[in-house]
Structure formats: C-alpha cells, structure tokens
Nanobody, 119 residues
C-alpha cells in the first residue's frame, strides 16, 4: 500500500522560510516523479513543483526563484524548501505521484500540510 506523509507546515511571517517533507512508502521511490501541489481556500488545487527520478526539476512561475524541490532516495523523501514566503502562498500543500503526470485524483496523494503566511 502506497502512503505519502507530509510534514513541516506551520505559521510563518511574510519573508520567512519553511521546509516541507514528504515521506513515501510502499513504492520504489527512486523510480517515481514526485510533485508538490497546493490548494488555497476557495481555489482549485495547483501545481507547485516536481522532480524527476533523474533529479531534474520544474516549477510553477509563481514560486520560481523562491521554492526549491529536492529528493533523498535513500530516505524515500521529497522536500520543498520555501523561501521569501508571501501571504498568497497560504494553502494546504500536498505531495503526489503516480503512473502519469499530472497525477490523477486516483493516484497517490498525501493528506496535506497547512502553510499559513501572515502579512
């Protein structure tokens, strides 16, 4: 059974930093493209960042230059380092993976971790 568990969310002031972690189990982690998504209240879920098994990365324009995704295959963990946070970054952040991109709702998603950025 595949399981993704996020952690690291919290309350931070604008301009601050947080690092999110997502630990995966039940799959050959090193073979999977991993992604981060977020959903703000009243908005659609949106893509944030992704990292291939090769280590190549891709970011949404809204976070480029501020967020950094990385992975540690030995720990089955994907990270999202978030710097220069803005109030508009407030959302529930999810990690996800699946057989195709973007992951379908029926693919593998974590339970989410809340990030709140105060102004």
């Amino acid at each position: 059974q595949v399981r993704l568990v996020e952690s690291g969310g919290g309350l931070v002031q604008a301009g601050g930093s947080l690092r999110l972690s997502c630990v995966a189990s039940g799959l050959t982690f090193s073979m999977y493209l991993m992604g981060w998504f977020r959903q703000a209240p009243g908005k659609e879920r949106e893509f944030v960042a992704r990292i291939r098994s090769s280590g190549s990365t891709w970011y949404a324009d809204s976070v480029k230059g501020r967020f950094s995704i990385s992975r540690d295959n030995a720990k089955n963990t994907v990270y999202l380092q978030m710097n220069s946070l803005k109030p508009e970054d407030t959302a529930v952040y999810y990690c996800a993976t699946g057989a195709s991109w973007p992951p379908a709702q029926s693919d593998y998603w974590g339970q989410g971790t809340q990030v709140t950025v105060s102004s």
